[in-house]
Structure formats: C-alpha cells, structure tokens
C-alpha cells in the first residue's frame, strides 16, 4: 500500500484530529485553520502548504519535512517533531512561522535551516532560534 498522497485541494478548517497519515505527502494543499490535533503524521512531506492558522496540538511528526509553505499562527504545542526539518523549498523559499506556538514541543535534533519566526513566535523555554537556524522575519 502506498502512502497518502494530497497534491493541490484544500482541506480548510477541516477536523481531521487522530488521524493516522504515516509517510503522507502534501504538495501545494490549502490547510488553513484545519485541525490535526493528535494525529500520527510521523514522516510526511509538506511542500508548499499554506497551514495558516491551523493545529498540530499534540501530534506526531518526528522526522516531518516542511519545504516552502506559510505555517503562520499555527499551533504546535505539545508536538513531537524530533528529527522534522524546516527547509527551503526547490526555488529558495523559505518556510514561515511567524506567530506559530512551539511551547512544550519536542523539538531534539530539529532543523530549521530555511524557516522564519516572528517576535510572536513561541518557543519552549530555553530555546534560541537563531541557534537553531532560524531566521527573524523582517517586516
């Protein structure tokens, strides 16, 4: 059985809370304000999404991609996203955070070599994001 694959679309505030989506790829899908809250979405791809809004609350990502895309206020309290990677699409652009809740995510060995934050970025406590490799939005 191959792996979930959702290219163009939107799922716009849709509940999709606890669902199982290992290894799904994501390309170009409009997320905003849908709400993943508890999901097992460990390995997926997720290559230009606009996820604005929306909620990660609790769900499972360790060793997610995130390529390009705009994840602006997105809600990832409490995620595990040990080993995901946040990095610049195929033309050099960067992903965006800004305003995005990471507090008490897992985030040991996370990459954020091409994402962007926001003063409103929120991050557990002890975290430097420039340390990490991300990059202060300028506005």
Partial sequence: ???????????????????????????GVTMFGASFESADLGKCEFYLVLAMGASFKSA?????????????????????LTGASFLVDNMGGEID??????????LNNTIFSGALYSPQTKFPDDFLPESAGLRLKEI
């Fill in 97 to 106: 955070l800004s305003g995005a809740d990471f507090t008490h995510a897992k």
């Fill in 1 to 27: 059985m191959s792996a979930p694959y959702f290219q163009g679309g939107s799922l716009e505030n849709c509940d999709l809370d606890g669902v199982k989506l290992l290894d799904a790829y994501f390309e």
């Fill in 60 to 80: 499972l990502m360790s060793g997610a991609k995130f390529l390009g895309g705009s994840f602006e206020d997105v809600n990832f309290s409490y995620a595990d």
